[in-house]
């Protein structure tokens, strides 16, 4: 079920935005804590949420791929910035592209908004929208307090 919508899907950027209800505060936690991160991305994490800090994130599916990048900017709690790119691809090879999160309060809730840029064609844009939009949809889950479940591509 989609609880936002994808607002503009241009070649090379994908740009999608969800309602959540909880503060950006708590919203915000799921982007930095490890624990938290799993919990919505269903994949092991290693996060140092610090301008210059590693993010690496291994998927929990039989291809046990590995995205990685740097946090560029951390801004409690209304943004978070980092490179992504996944390792031994190389069409889109670590800190090839950038994903901007954006937490506006809205009421008791946040809006927040995702854009990832700097994708090299319309396939990894697409790609790309689909797994934010499934993980997106599981951060609604949890961020409002619920067990989003195991992932449902483990099997991919």
């Known amino acids: ?17 969800r309602r ?18 799993r919990r919505w991305q269903g994949v092991g994490a ?13 998927m929990t599916n039989r ?6 990048g740097v946090y560029l900017e951390v801004e409690p709690p209304t943004r978070v910035v980092f490179t992504w790119g996944w390792e031994g691809v190389e069409g889109l090879p670590p800190g ?8 506006e309060r809205d009421g008791d809730g946040t809006v ?8 090299p064609n319309e396939a ?10 499934l993980t997106l949809d599981r951060l609604v889950v949890a961020g ?5 479940g195991p992932y449902p591509h483990a099997e991919y």
């Open 1 to 17: 079920m989609r609880t936002g919508h994808e607002r503009a899907r241009q070649k090379e950027v994908v740009e999608l935005e």
């Open 20 to 37: 959540i209800a909880a503060p950006p505060e708590t919203v915000f936690s799921y982007f930095v804590d490890s624990e938290k991160y």
């Open 46 to 58: 290693e996060l140092d949420p610090r301008p210059g800090g590693v993010f690496r994130v291994t």
């Open 63 to 68: 291809t046990g791929q590995v995205a990685s």
């Open 96 to 103: 090839a592209s950038t994903v901007e999160v954006l937490l």
């Open 112 to 119: 927040l908004r995702l854009r990832h840029g700097g994708l």
């Open 124 to 133: 990894a844009c697409q790609f790309h929208a689909w797994g934010w939009n």
């Open 144 to 148: 409002e307090g619920g067990d989003p």
